[in-house]
Antibody
Framework: EVQLVQSGAEVKKPGESLRISCKGSGYSFTNYWITWVRQMPGKGLEWMGRIDPSDSYINYSPSFQGHVTISLDKSISTAYLQWSSLKASDNAMYYC????????????????WGQGTLVTVSS | EIVLTQSPGTLSLSPGERATLSCRASQSVSSSYLAWYQQKPGQAPRVLIYGASSRATGIPDRFSGSGSGADFTLTISRLEPEDFAVYYCQQCDNSPYTFGQGTKLEIK
């Protein structure tokens, strides 16, 4: 069974750093991209970026470029999303998802989702 | 960036009725790279449709997708109580892989 298990909820202060994780299991980790999606309270889904575990190529949405860092550790089938300095506006649920890879950067979509990590940033 | 506009924002229907949800792109999207997702309160989204019209594994056949170019449609032929949720379309043709703003399907 394909599973993406995310790290638990976090409560942080503005200015603090944070890294959340997403561990894949039940499939070959390098055969699918990992994508990160933000959902702010009561709002819709926003695509943040994706990483290809086969070559570590990363593609960020311009809206998130420079604000977050996506990385991974292939040896433990885990992807990460990190912030160096959190802001109150980073309050959101963050989902990782398995993205079906395609040619020339295209994709059929996401076929499996993590359970989400709630990030609360408050002074 | 491709902008996806979903309509209506909210759709109020009764169980047993037919639901038609629209997703319009700001430029042409290859139908191979258009997906639909369902999200219920407190849950992660789940995929319904890939490639504009292919149902994902385990998705009932009352869900169907259609469309091409810049206009896509998700149809639920006969609403079941568990279908009332928020629905999102997403294009993965060009980066960034944008989502529509969602259509909330509520019980009338």
């Amino acid at each position: 069974e394909v599973q993406l298990v995310q790290s638990g909820a976090e409560v942080k202060k503005p200015g603090e750093s944070l890294r959340i994780s997403c561990k894949g299991s039940g499939y070959s980790f390098t055969n699918y991209w990992i994508t990160w999606v933000r959902q702010m309270p009561g709002k819709g889904l926003e695509w943040m970026g994706r990483i290809d575990p086969s070559d570590s190529y990363i593609n960020y949405s311009p809206s998130f470029q420079g604000h977050v860092t996506i990385s991974l550790d292939k040896s433990i089938s885990t992807a990460y999303l990190q912030w160096s300095s959190l802001k109150a506006s980073d309050n959101a649920m963050y989902y990782c998802a398995r993205q079906i890879p395609g040619s020339k950067g295209h994709s059929k979509g996401v076929d499996s989702w993590g359970q989400g990590t709630l990030v609360t940033v408050s002074s | 960036e491709i902008v996806l506009t979903q309509s209506p924002g909210t759709l109020s229907l009764s169980p047993g009725e037919r639901a038609t949800l629209s997703c319009r792109a700001s430029q042409s999207v290859s139908s191979s790279y258009l997906a639909w997702y369902q999200q219920k309160p407190g849950q992660a989204p789940r995929v319904l449709i890939y490639g504009a019209s292919s149902r994902a594994t385990g998705i009932p056949d009352r869900f169907s997708g259609s469309g091409s170019g810049a206009d896509f449609t998700l149809t639920i032929s006969r609403l079941e109580p568990e279908d009332f949720a928020v629905y999102y379309c997403q294009q993965c043709d060009n980066s960034p892989y944008t989502f529509g703003q969602g259509t909330k399907l509520e019980i009338k």
